[in-house]
């Protein structure tokens, strides 16, 4: 019942700059935790960012200080912006909702936009 879709992906030259969107659809809570995760050709998805409905913030080490995710409630949107962008950056990008329960907790995916950095 949840959709979440991705959109700013794209190519960029190393240092410069892309903000990603992630429009979620259906039953959405205020308290569902949102975040992001990218993965790279033969590597496992990894956590890049997530966010609480407090506003709450947890980055990855390699995101720290170059990446900022943020929250819109109203318009059920989380963004990421992503500054000073890597080569090592190159992966493709997720919006995670994760849902907890009654004694579970529940994990929705969008489908992924890809980002690659490259002279």
């Known amino acids: 019942q949840v959709q979440l879709v991705e959109s700013g992906g794209g190519l960029v030259q190393p240092g410069g700059s892309l903000r990603l969107s992630c429009a979620a659809s259906?039953?959405?809570?205020?308290?569902?935790?949102m975040g992001w995760y990218r993965q790279a050709l033969g590597k496992a998805r990894e956590l890049v960012a997530i966010?609480?409905?407090?506003?709450?913030?947890n980055y990855a080490d390699s995101a720290k200080g170059r990446f900022t995710i943020s929250r819109d409630n109203a318009k059920r949107t989380v963004l990421l912006q992503m500054d000073s962008l890597k080569p090592e950056d190159t992966a493709v990008y997720y919006c995670?909702?994760?849902?907890?329960?009654?004694?579970?907790?529940?994990?929705?995916w969008g489908q992924g936009t890809q980002v690659t950095v490259s002279s």
């Open positions: 966010i609480t409905s407090g506003g709450s913030t």
């Open positions: 995670n909702l994760r849902r907890a329960g009654w004694g579970s907790r529940k994990d929705y």
């Open positions: 259906g039953i959405i809570f205020s308290a569902d935790v």
